[in-house]
Each structure stands twice: as C-alpha cells, then as structure tokens.
C-alpha cells in the first residue's frame, strides 16, 4: 500500500527558504500512473493547492505561489520536494504532500491518498 | 484564481439529508468535470470522498453523492450519521493545469 511522508524542518524565519521532501513507499514515484503535488492549510483555515508535479518532471502552479515555489522529483530516491521561497509569517501552515491520479496519461485532478502533513511555522 | 465559494456551515439531525454546495465560474466547476470533495476530522488528513463530480472511491458509503449544475456542485450526504460531521472541501480544476479549492464547510450533525 502506498504511503506518502512529509519531511522537513518545523521552524524556518522570515525571509527564508522552507524546504520539505514527500518520500513514497510502497510504490514507484516514476510510474505513468500518478502525478504528485503540495497542499497546504494555515492553522484554522481551508485548503490551498501549492503546485502539482508530473512523472516526468513538468510542473504546475498556483499562479499566486508560482514566483516563489519549485517542486522537483528525485526518481532514485522516490522523492519529492518542495522550496517556497521568501516565507513570510502568513506561510505558516500544514503541508501536506499527496499522490494524483492519471488516466490514460491525463491528469485527474483529485488527490487519492495524502501524507499525514507536516506543520511548517515561520517565525524569528 | 478565486476560492470556490462554500457556505461556512451546515447541519442536520441524524438520518437525515444533508446538501452542501459549492459555486465557481464557468472557468472551472461550470467547464469541467473535474470536481471533487474532501472531508476533513478535526487534526486528521484530508479524505477524497467524490470526485469527477459523482464518483465514489472504494470504501466510501453511498450515502455520499456529487453531482453539478452550471457553476454549482453539490455535495448530499444521506441518512446522517455521527461520524459525519467533519469539515468539507469542494475542488475543482481550473484550466491550464490548475487547481482551486472551496473554503470549507463544517458539517454539524445534531
């Protein structure tokens, strides 16, 4: 059964580099079946797609994060990363990495199973 | 890109039916099937319950049905139960390989 965990660290200061990795058992990360993304979600609010990745490498995302997100994959490692730049205290959130469904190569745009999130907070 | 607009609060009593909805543009809920929901326990990770407008995953009850109309999706959830009430998500793709979610819904059963 594939399972996704989030890794980094908890604490990153203003003006930083945060920086997670989404490692995946149990299954391949390069498989033609799956694209992988970020999410996250501020303490008491909703969900906020941060970007989404392909097999293959091509990227996809939020047009508000975009001047300040990477997200790569690291295939011999079957892992993922995220890099949001320039954090400010409103980047304090859960993050949460997750897996996407393709079907015949097409995206389907939900995420079927989650990591159990990571709680990232930027402070001094 | 905006939110996709969820009403803050919902409620029954147990049993009974329950329809949340979710209202985008003709952008995104109103332009593709695409649409999913999620529900959320206190602490807990997100769970997809609909997605592509009205498919159920395995393990998910059928008291749970998606379905849209226009720029609307709903979310009904049938013959209410405990274990139910939990904060709900509505998603939707958006073109160009994006994606926006709804702002929530918590679902209180009486």
């Known amino acids: 059964q594939v399972q996704l965990q989030e890794s980094g660290p908890g604490l990153v200061k203003p003006s930083e580099t945060l920086s997670l990795t989404c490692t995946v058992s149990?299954?391949?990360?390069?498989?033609?079946?799956?694209?992988w993304g970020w999410i996250r979600q501020p303490p008491g609010k909703g969900l906020e797609w941060i970007g989404t990745?392909?097999?293959?490498?091509?990227?996809y995302y939020n047009p508000s994060l975009k001047r300040r997100v990477t997200i790569s994959v690291d295939t011999s490692k079957n892992h993922f990363s995220l890099k949001l730049s320039s954090v400010t205290a409103a980047d304090t959130a859960v993050y949460y990495c997750?897996?996407?469904?393709?079907?015949?190569?097409?995206?389907?745009?939900?995420?079927?199973?989650w990591g159990r999130g990571t709680l990232v907070t930027v402070s001094s | 890109q905006s939110a996709l607009t969820q009403p803050p609060s919902a409620s029954g009593s147990p049993g009974q039916s329950v329809t949340i909805s979710c209202t985008g543009t003709?952008?995104?809920?109103?332009?593709?099937?695409?649409v999913s929901w999620y529900q959320q326990h206190p602490g807990k990770t997100p769970k997809v319950m609909i997605y592509?407008?009205?498919k159920r995953p395995s393990g998910v009850p059928d008291r749970f049905s998606g379905s849209k109309s226009g720029n609307t999706a709903s979310l009904t959830v049938s013959g209410l139960q405990a274990e139910d009430e939990a904060d709900y998500y509505c998603?939707?793709?958006?073109?160009?390989?994006?994606?926006?979610f709804g702002g929530g819904t918590k679902l209180t059963v009486l």
């Open positions: 592509e407008v009205n």
């Open positions: 149990g299954g391949s990360i390069s498989r033609s079946t799956y694209y």
């Open positions: 997750a897996r996407l469904p393709l079907t015949s190569y097409y995206p389907n745009w939900y995420f079927d199973i």
């Open positions: 998603s939707s793709y958006a073109g160009n390989n994006k994606l926006v």
């Open positions: 003709s952008s995104d809920v109103g332009e593709y099937q695409y």
């Open positions: 990745i392909s097999y293959s490498g091509s990227t």
